[in-house]
Structure formats: structure tokens, C-alpha cells
């Protein structure tokens, strides 16, 4: 898959004067899912502990990493939705949701991705000491779940490293093999990061990792 956009992105950056060899290209693979519904009932793991949709306001009283601060607020500006579970002022895990009305592809994936009408689950995390709890696995069931109350029909997708573990909680919750993704990103400051890739839907998938 593709589309005229990208190779016309790169004829741009190098007729702009950006010699070829001085364009960092970055590959990134990654394992694709498509869900499968309906999505299961999973237990919140600690029933203490806040998780709502976030808000900018959210991100200011819970996330003190600039960079993180950052990010977000800028997922916000570009349509996305995400769930923070938060206890006593600091986030314990978070995941996010590109839709159809996002205006910003996640910059894993090729820029292409935004020509389709879908959803794709990103940037879920769980922080160092609240891992193995099971938070990854009940907000990917949570971002299904209102994704489908939405609108039955939706297509969901997402994707992560062959060796990370997450895969567990994507199989648990419904995501069944759908091929891999190899992206490239091409780009020279101050220039666009150019973004151009390949979905293998058929490629299979490599084992669990142990």
C-alpha cells in the first residue's frame, strides 16, 4: 500500500535542495492487528484508581514529563482520544486512539494510513512499577469498548514490536494477525519528515515472545 503523496514529498524535500545523502531514513517494523468484536469484559485492576479520558487539564495535574506533557497536548490538538489511569496526581498507564477524524498519522506509521477510514490503537504504556497488573490489557478492552458504542461497524486496528510483550494483551482482548508494516521515515531539519511504507497483510507473524 501507498499513494503519489509520498514519492511526491520526496521529490519536494530534494528539489528544495536537500541533497539525498544527508535525508535520515529511519525503518521501523512492527506487527499488525485488526480486532475482531466484540470486545471482552476486562476488570479494572485496581478500582481505587482513576481512569478517564484525558483532557488538557488532565495532562497538566498528572504528567510531569515535558516531553510526555508535550505529546499529548499535541494528540489532543490533532483528534485523538486517550484514556489515563491516574491515582493521587500521577498517571499509572495511558492509551491512545487515532480515528478517522484524526489530522495527524502516528509517526510510526506510513503517511498513507490517513487516506483510510479507520481506527488505530497507539501509544499505550503502563509505568515502571504498576506493570503486570493487567492496566495495558483493561484499556485496550476500554478503547474498544467505546469505539463499538460508537459505531458497531468500525474497523480497529493496531500494532507493536514482534518481541514486546504486549502482543499477550492485543490476542487477549480480540486482535487477530494482520500481516506487518514497514515504515520508513525520511526527513532533514528544518525540512517535513516524509513518511512512506509497506503493509504485508498476509506476511505471518513470528511467534509469542517468551
Not at 107 to 128: C, K, S
Not at 130 to 143: D, N, V
Not at 152 to 169: H, I, K, M
Not at 187 to 209: K, Q
Request: contains cysteine; hydrophobic residues 35%; glycine residues 8%.
Amino acid at each position: 500500500m501507498g499513494s503519489l503523496l509520498e514519492m511526491r514529498r520526496v521529490s519536494s524535500l530534494l528539489k528544495r535542495g536537500v541533497p539525498s545523502r544527508l535525508l535520515e531514513r529511519v525503518r521501523n517494523e512492527s506487527v499488525v492487528y485488526r480486532h475482531v468484536p466484540p470486545p471482552p469484559a476486562v476488570e479494572q485492576p485496581r478500582e481505587s484508581v482513576t481512569v478517564e479520558w484525558v483532557t488538557a487539564d488532565l495532562i497538566e495535574e498528572t504528567i510531569s514529563d515535558d516531553r510526555r506533557r508535550q505529546r499529548f497536548l499535541s494528540f489532543l490538538d490533532h483528534g485523538y482520544c486517550g484514556l489515563l489511569a491516574h491515582d493521587d496526581g500521577s498517571w499509572i498507564a495511558h492509551g491512545w486512539v487515532y480515528t478517522p477524524e484524526s489530522t495527524l498519522v502516528p509517526i510510526h506509521l506510513p503517511d498513507w494510513i490517513g487516506e483510510m477510514d479507520l481506527y488505530w490503537l497507539v501509544f499505550g504504556r503502563t509505568r515502571a512499577g504498576y506493570r503486570e497488573r493487567g492496566w495495558h490489557t483493561y484499556l485496550l478492552a476500554r478503547r474498544l469498548r467505546a469505539i463499538y458504542e460508537h459505531d458497531p461497524s468500525e474497523t480497529v486496528f493496531s500494532d507493536t514490536g514482534a518481541d514486546n510483550v504486549s502482543r499477550y494483551s492485543l490476542t487477549s482482548t480480540g486482535f487477530e494477525p494482520a500481516g506487518t508494516m514497514v515504515t520508513y521515515s525520511l526527513g532533514y531539519p528544518p525540512f517535513d519528515l516524509v513518511r512512506y511504507g509497506r503493509w504485508d497483510w498476509e506476511t505471518p507473524h513470528p511467534p509469542l515472545p517468551e
